[in-house]
């Protein structure tokens, strides 16, 4: 082992290094990844307690667990055995418990703690269902069940109050709030919605307080009508802003909203216009003859005698119709927030140039053009739904803002910044994970150093000594060479026929027979100057290598 070693290079002891210490970190790397892989959460979001109490118990058993933040990761193959063993121990201990805290029957309970643990178990189940939610980390629910009482002035309806905690950089939207305030509502009988507060660990007020009387539709009144300004104030900058530019236009919308909402009949008559509605048709007859027959019963059955009628009678017919003019009932529901009337506004700043230099230099602003406040005019007006027949109006004003009053001269204009290609791979390495970075690194340093190895390997030959005393250059008065950039060294090593291989165009021109002096000169000139001779050595053989 020593001799093998002992004939490597620099280079090579350098690559094998670099590769064992790259596939022990590999291996390491992939080991640990493996390892942590198989990691599921046992608990999350425990107090420091409990955190403390369950780590003290898997110590005690021997398990290898894994602490991140307040999350604890077991074994997946003993997640479900674990949680078992833990529940016996009575951990976690404050976590709240639901319906399953009626599984144990307590024959000795009174009636006021079954009434204490049924609140419990409604509680610790609403907590539950909040916690589902994407955006809640924690959340704790309290309820007040409703007093019952023979008198009407001492009943108390229902109350509930929740309190929740947020997940890092994350919001509740805007529909969560009434879906909390439902869900909590439904769940207790008596509950009504409005008896329910929402509020975050800050102490803010998440839904809104209900008051008596006529405020509660103003608030909703002032909140539809600004909802409304809104989008039509977003409608004009997504409308306007590819055309002017973002930052040189201002727009405002007021809207005025009818807030009130009804029934509308109508019903009108046509004249000119009637149809049957109904006919009636009466036919009568009457015979004045006269009529007998033989008296008794025989006179009266179904196979008795027939009366006899005599000659004479008379007949009156009826015919009855009714006629109705035609009509039209008409039946309109009136809209609640229905727009009586917009008023918009559109101010558009100057653009600005400078004239002269030096202490001649100023600034000169160009409003725009009246034919493109005319094509902004339309735009705006297409874009909110501008209905000059209800008292719509729309003003379109250019004005310098100050901003660009207040604007200095630019000294130099900064140059493009070129976008590159090699930018995009370091961009994409940040964006990678910590561990597959290393692993990437890695990788590329074994990969690197094998491919140094295996073109060392090609390139290296025999190795010959040349010795200096028998220096082939000639005398310094036949032609100069560069002086050495290194120190004088006692001898060179190069490949076998190096000096064969050297260029041509480095020899002076000779002719055959003055081979013997070429070489004479050569041998003087390396005995009286060696380190000349081996800079010329060292200079061949890097160009030989390049």
């Known amino acids: 082992m020593k001799r093998l070693v002992g004939a490597l290079s620099m280079i090579q002891r ?32 425990l107090s420091q307690e409990d955190a ?11 398990v290898q667990y894994r602490l991140t933040g307040t999350t604890i990761e077991v074994p997946e193959e003993k997640v479900a055995e674990l949680r078992l063993e833990m529940a016996g121990a009575g951990l976690p201990k404050t976590g709240r418990i639901g319906f399953e805290i009626f599984d144990k029957t307590n024959f000795g309970m009174t009636d006021f703690a079954e009434k204490v643990n049924y609140r419990r178990a409604i509680e610790g ?15 704790r629910v309290h309820i007040t069940f409703p007093k019952e009482s023979v008198f009407i002035d001492s009943r108390e309806p229902a109350k509930a109050s929740v309190l929740i905690k947020l997940r890092p950089s994350m919001a509740l939207p805007d529909t969560a709030v009434p879906s909390i305030t439902h869900l909590v509502s439904s769940a207790v009988e008596g509950l009504a919605p409005e008896s329910v507060s929402v509020m975050d660990m800050r102490g803010n007020l998440l839904n809104k307080a209900r008051h008596a009387g006529g405020s509660d539709a103003s608030e909703t009144a002032l909140e539809y009508r600004h909802s409304v300004e809104q989008d039509l104030t977003a409608k004009l900058d997504s409308t306007l802003e590819p055309l002017i530019g973002s930052g040189r236009f201002r727009a405002a919308v007021s809207a005025d909203c009818d807030m009130s909402s009804g029934e509308q009949n109508e019903e009108n008559f046509d004249p000119a216009h009637s149809v049957m509605v109904t006919s009636q048709k009466t036919e009568d007859s009457n015979s004045n003859g006269s009529a007998g027959g033989v008296p008794g019963m025989a006179s009266n059955l179904p196979n008795g005698a027939k009366p006899i009628t005599g000659p004479g009678g008379t007949s009156r017919r ?12 008409k039946r309109t529901v009136l809209p609640l927030g229905a727009i009586k009337r917009l008023s918009v506004s559109i101010l558009i700043d100057h653009e600005v140039h400078f004239e002269g230099e030096g202490p001649s230099l100023k600034r000169v602003l160009v409003p725009p053009a009246p034919e ?5 005019h339309d735009l705006a007006a297409a874009a909110i739904g501008l209905n000059p027949a209800r008292g719509d109006q729309l ?3 250019s004005l310098p803002f100050e901003s660009t009053l207040n604007l200095e001269p630019m000294a130099s204009t900064p140059a493009p910044v070129r976008s590159s ?3 995009i791979i370091p961009e994409k390495l940040q964006q990678l994970d910590l561990k597959m970075q290393i692993g990437i690194a890695v990788a590329l340093i ?11 390997k090609k390139r290296k030959g025999p190795e010959v000594v040349v010795q200096t005393p028998s220096a082939m250059l000639p005398a310094a008065s036949a032609f100069e060479y560069p002086a050495s950039p290194q120190p004088a060294a006692p001898a060179a090593t190069a490949p076998a026929g190096a000096l064969a291989a050297a260029p041509p165009a480095a020899l002076p021109p000779a002719a055959a027979g003055k081979a013997e002096a070429l070489v004479k000169g050569l041998r003087e000139h390396g005995t009286q100057n060696a380190e000349v001779f081996a800079g010329v050595l060292r200079g061949w053989l890097k160009e030989e290598r390049a």
Request: hydrophobic share 50%; proline share 1%; no cysteine.
């Open 421 to 423: 290609k090699k930018q």
């Open 446 to 456: 074994a990969v690197l150093a094998g491919l140094v190895f295996l073109l060392r």
């Open 14 to 45: 350098i690559a094998i290094l670099a590769v064992g210490l790259a596939a022990g970190a590999a291996i390491m790397f992939f080991a640990k990844f493996e390892r942590e892989a198989g990691l599921r959460p046992l608990y999350a979001s």
């Open 395 to 397: 003003i379109v004003e």
């Open 125 to 139: 189940e609403l907590e539950r269902s909040v916690m589902s939610m994407a955006e809640v980390e924690q959340a």
């Open 372 to 376: 493109r406040i005319k094509s902004i």
């Open 52 to 62: 403390s109490a369950v780590i003290q118990k898997l110590k005690e058993e021997g």
């Open 318 to 329: 009826t015919e009855s119709i009714n006629y109705q003019t035609s009509r039209t009932v």
